[in-house]
C-alpha cells in the first residue's frame, strides 16, 4: 500500500516537473497546454478532458485542446460565465468534483453529456493573478472515479498552466508590437521620403521657375539701363512685373515652409497656431469649426509638448477632410499645470475603430497608430471614440512643463 502511494507521489511530482519544464522551454500555447492535459490523463489512467479558455471580450469559455472526447461535443460544449459546470468554475474560481456529472441538474447541454457516456466528473480553474483564464477538465465512464487528492494534482497544474497562459498572451502583445512598430517605421520612412519627393518637385516647378525668371528680368533690366534708351514706362511695367513674380515666389517658399514647420508655434504659442491650422485645413474647406482654450493665458507649456499636440491636431484634421464628410467640428484644448488635454470632435460619418488593428498596405491606420506613438514618446496617451454614423472623436493627453 505504501508502495503504491510512493509510486503516486512519484508521478505526480513527475508530471508536475513536466509541466514546468513545457513552461519554461515551450513558447507556444496550444504545445504547453496539450504537455499539461496529457500529464493529467497519463496520471489518472483511462480519463478523458480538455482545456476550455475563456474569451475576454465575449466572456464564453471554448475548447482549447481536448482529448478523448468527440469534436462534436467539444465544439457545441461553450458556455457564458456561470453557465453549466465549467462556466461556474471559471466565475467564482473554485473547483467542482461531481460522482456523476449525469444525474447533475445544473449540467448543461445533458443531452452531449449522456451521448459521451461521462460520470465522474473534475473541473478546476486556471488562474493567473487571481484572474480567471480558462478552466481544465477531466471525465470518467465510471461513476465515483476521482478523489480529492485528484483535485488538489489538477489545480496545481491547473495552476500552472494559468500561468503558461498568461504568459502567452504576454508574449502575443510584444509580437504584435513589434511587428506593429516594424510597420510604422516603414510606414514613416516611406512618407518622409514621398515628402521629400514632393517639396523637391514643388520647389523645382514652382518655386524655382519663378525664381529663373525674376533673375532674367533683373538681367534684362540691368541691360536696358545700361543702353540708356529705354522710357520711364517700360522700366516701371518691367520692374511691376519682376515684383510680382518675387511675390509669389516669397509667399510659395512661406507657404512650404509652413507646411515644414509651424512659425506661429514658435511665435505666438499652440492656440494661435492650432487656431490658424483649423483655419486653413477645415474652415477653408467648408467645415464650420469653433475652437475653445483653457488655461494656456500668460504662460507657454514646453517645447515638446507643443509640437507633439500641434503635430496630432495636423494629423487629426487632415483625417477629417480626407475622411469624414463633417460639416462641423469643436476643438478644445485644456491645461492645467499636470497635463494639457486635446479634443477634436466632429459630426462627421464615423467609422468602427475595433476594425482598426495595424497598418495595412496602402497606409490605412498610420495616421491613428502614428499619433498613438507620438502621443507616448512623450509619456502621455492618446486614443479615438467614434461609432459609424456617430461622428468621431479623438483626445490626446500630454504631460507638460511650464516654460515662462
Not at 203 to 210: A, F, I, N, P, V
Request: aromatic content about 4%.
Amino acid at each position: 500500500m505504501e508502495e503504491n502511494e510512493a509510486k503516486n507521489r512519484n508521478d505526480e511530482l513527475i508530471a508536475l516537473s513536466r509541466v514546468s519544464a513545457a513552461i519554461s522551454g515551450l513558447w507556444d500555447l496550444e504545445a504547453i497546454l496539450k504537455v499539461g492535459l496529457n500529464s493529467v490523463l497519463e496520471i489518472m489512467h483511462g480519463v478523458i478532458g480538455g482545456v476550455m479558455l475563456l474569451d475576454e471580450q465575449t466572456k464564453t469559455l471554448s475548447y482549447f485542446v481536448y482529448h478523448g472526447l468527440s469534436g462534436k461535443y467539444a465544439e457545441e460544449m461553450r458556455f457564458k460565465l456561470g453557465e453549466g459546470i465549467a462556466g461556474k468554475v471559471a466565475q467564482n474560481g473554485r473547483a467542482i468534483l461531481l460522482e456523476d456529472i449525469s444525474l447533475e441538474p445544473s449540467a448543461a447541454r445533458p443531452d452531449l453529456i449522456k451521448t459521451e457516456g461521462l460520470k465522474a466528473f473534475l473541473s478546476v480553474p486556471l488562474r493567473a493573478k487571481d484572474k480567471i483564464l480558462g478552466v481544465m477538465n477531466v471525465a470518467s465512464t465510471m461513476a465515483r472515479r476521482f478523489t480529492k487528492d485528484d483535485m488538489y494534482l489538477l489545480g496545481s497544474i491547473g495552476d500552472q498552466l494559468g500561468i503558461a497562459i498568461e504568459q502567452s498572451k504576454l508574449y502575443k502583445r510584444l509580437d504584435d508590437a513589434r511587428k506593429r512598430y516594424q510597420m510604422l517605421l516603414r510606414q514613416m520612412i516611406t512618407i518622409q521620403e514621398e515628402e521629400r519627393k514632393r517639396i523637391a518637385r514643388e520647389l523645382h516647378d514652382e518655386t524655382s521657375q519663378q525664381l529663373t525668371a525674376l533673375a532674367l528680368n533683373l538681367q534684362a533690366l540691368t541691360e536696358m539701363m545700361e543702353m540708356g534708351d529705354v522710357k520711364d514706362t517700360e522700366i516701371k511695367a518691367m520692374l511691376k512685373k519682376t515684383h510680382n513674380i518675387a511675390v509669389q515666389a516669397s509667399a510659395e517658399v512661406v507657404r512650404l515652409i509652413r507646411e515644414l514647420r509651424p512659425t506661429l508655434l514658435d511665435t505666438l504659442g499652440l492656440p494661435a497656431a492650432i487656431r490658424n491650422l483649423a483655419e486653413i485645413n477645415l474652415a477653408s474647406k467648408g467645415i464650420n469649426v469653433t475652437t475653445e482654450f483653457k488655461g494656456m493665458e500668460q504662460r507657454r507649456i514646453s517645447h515638446e509638448a507643443e509640437l507633439t499636440l500641434f503635430r496630432v491636431a495636423q494629423e487629426t484634421m487632415s483625417n477629417i477632410v480626407r475622411h469624414s464628410e463633417a460639416k462641423k467640428a469643436i476643438i478644445r484644448l485644456e491645461c492645467n499645470s499636470n497635463e494639457c488635454i486635446l479634443c477634436i470632435e466632429d459630426d462627421g460619418k464615423g467609422f468602427n475603430v475595433s476594425e482598426i488593428t495595424r497598418i495595412e498596405k496602402d497606409g490605412r491606420g498610420a495616421g491613428l497608430f502614428g499619433v498613438r506613438e507620438r502621443v507616448a514618446a512623450v509619456g502621455g496617451e492618446a486614443y479615438i471614440e467614434s461609432q459609424p454614423g456617430k461622428g468621431a472623436r479623438a483626445t490626446a493627453k500630454v504631460p507638460v512643463s511650464q516654460e515662462h
